[in-house]
């Protein structure tokens, strides 16, 4: 069965950090480039990070320099760091590979 389980989401204070997790499985894993995407409330989704087949990274400005994005292709897995997270980092967070969706994991930041 092909899917992307996330995990790692939950409640921390302005300041803080969490680390999300995606576990991959039904796909040749090592071939896609991987993201994470967040969804606000009341705001379109948005690409947070990305990670390329040959480990390339992208950021978007908002989190630069506080996010980063990593794989393990030995695990099958993607991660994200989130260091000095801010409220408006609040959000369900999403990892993406093509055109596959995990369920999403909730963040939520408090000032």
């Known amino acids: 069965q092909v899917q992307l389980v996330e995990s790692g989401g939950g409640s921390v204070q302005a300041g803080g950090s969490l680390r999300l997790s995606c576990a991959a499985s039904g796909l040749t894993f090592r071939s896609y480039d991987m993201g994470w995407f967040r969804r606000a409330p009341g705001k379109a989704r948005e690409l947070v990070a990305l990670?390329?087949?040959?480990?390339?990274?992208y950021y978007a400005d908002s989190v630069k320099g506080r996010f980063t994005i990593s794989r393990d292709n030995a695990k099958n897995t993607v991660s994200l760091q989130m260091d000095s997270l801010k409220p408006e980092d609040t959000a369900v967070y999403y990892c993406?590979?093509?055109?596959?969706w995990g369920q999403g994991t909730q963040v939520t930041v408090s000032s």
């Open positions: 993406n590979a093509g055109i596959l």
């Open positions: 990670i390329s087949s040959g480990s390339s990274t």
